[in-house]
């Protein structure tokens, strides 16, 4: 693993260590048709369980119909989301289930399939997103009621999330990951056996690992 500088050999592992969540947006840089259609036709080229590509993307670039989204959806509890609202282009990931087969498995499972394929979709989006030099941020802290309304979901349509998108503002730096390490994360062949040695240093407590899971 590579200790931080660009690494321009694997342009995949660059991409990913690139992208992070972006919170300030450059309100007045609209993001470019072909730029969007690109970053869509990443999220529509993502594997799902049966292939049953169950996500739906409405995408919102119209001024009067974001200040609506944002004053329906990131108002009240859900204000820390505000910073949305200065972004050009806000995606909403729905999901429409159709196979009742792929139901019952899930059932059987307990693992909501369609939403691990809609996640899948929408960090294809976020990692074309960030390709094109584009910011994004997941979001899944917001008014679900008020997004249906302003946008006319129907009601056989989950929405999961939304993905804005746009420029950095100025003023928007560049953050480090801030990760749990490789040796906390993983195990090899069996539960409780280390897949990979612990940091020098890492000491190994949990504690120590958690203030890293949110930045
Ligand atoms: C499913 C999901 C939902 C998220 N919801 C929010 C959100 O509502 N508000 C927010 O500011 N960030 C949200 N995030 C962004 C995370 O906080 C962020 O990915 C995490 O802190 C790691 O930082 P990074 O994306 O910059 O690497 C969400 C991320 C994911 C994957």
């Known amino acids: ?18 992208r ?8 007045g840089r609209p993001v470019a048709r072909e730029d969007l259609e690109a970053i869509l036709e990443a999220a529509r080229l993502a594997p799902s369980a049966e292939n049953s590509q169950p996500w739906r993307f409405l995408v919102v670039t119209d001024p009067g119909v974001r200040a609506r989204l944002a004053e329906a959806c990131f108002t009240g509890i859900f204000l820390p989301t505000r910073f949305a ?6 995606i909403a990931i729905c999901a429409e289930r159709a196979k009742p087969i792929l139901r019952a498995g899930e059932a059987i499972l307990r693992t909501a399939l369609y939403q691990l394929d809609c996640g899948i979709a929408g960090e294809h989006a976020a990692l074309a997103a960030a390709e094109l030099g ?3 941020c997941w979001i899944g802290w917001f008014n679900k009621r008020g997004a249906r309304k302003v946008l006319g979901i129907p009601g056989h349509v989950e929405v999961l999330a939304l993905l804005s998108v746009g420029y950095p ?9 801030p990760r749990r390490s490789l040796a906390a994360i993983t195990h090899r062949d069996r539960w409780g056996t280390p897949f990979v040695s ?14 890293t899971r949110r930045s």
């Open 1 to 18: 693993v590579s200790a931080g500088g660009p690494d321009q050999a694997r342009p995949f592992q660059e991409l990913v260590r690139r």
């Open 20 to 27: 992070f969540s972006l919170r300030r947006y450059d309100a």
């Open 85 to 90: 609202a200065a972004a050009p282009v806000i």
């Open 134 to 136: 584009l910011g994004s």
């Open 169 to 177: 503002a100025a003023e928007a730096g560049h953050r480090e990951k």
């Open 198 to 211: 612990p940091p020098a240093g890492a000491g190994g407590s949990p504690a120590a690992e958690e203030d």
